[in-house]
Nanobody, 109 residues
Framework: QVQLVESGGGLVQAGGSLTLSCVAS??????MGWYRQAPGNQRELVAS???????NYADSVKGRFTISRDNTKNTMYLQMNGLLPEDTAVYYC?????WGKGTLVTVSS
């Protein structure tokens, strides 16, 4: 069974940048995505990437976030620029029915 481990979260000021990484224990030639959950909110899709590399973004992050993958490293990334306080959440990596434990992103105003 594939396991997913996220890293790269932290505290950043508004307007700053972070890059999240998700390392899979197995091959990641499959659709994957980044989700986030803020306190009191439901988990929501942030961005997804198909096995072929087609990407999809939530409207709230379009133009600011970029999802990518390196299949040779079994790793998916989320480059986050122009961070806003409302981006504060725990960010989760997803592949099918498998979820990582999440990494916390906090954006201060």
């Amino acid at each position: 069974q594939v396991q997913l481990v996220e890293s790269g979260g932290g505290l950043v000021q508004a307007g700053g940048s972070l890059t999240l990484s998700c390392v899979a224990s197995g091959r990641i030639i499959a659709a994957m995505g980044w989700y986030r959950q803020a306190p009191g909110n439901q988990r929501e899709l942030v961005a997804s990437i198909s096995a072929g590399g087609t990407t999809n973004y939530a409207d709230s992050v379009k133009g600011r976030f970029t999802i990518s993958r390196d299949n040779t490293k079994n790793t998916m990334y989320l480059q986050m620029n122009g961070l806003l306080p409302e981006d504060t959440a725990v960010y989760y990596c997803n592949r099918g029915v498998t979820w990582g434990k999440g990494t916390l992103v906090t954006v201060s105003s």
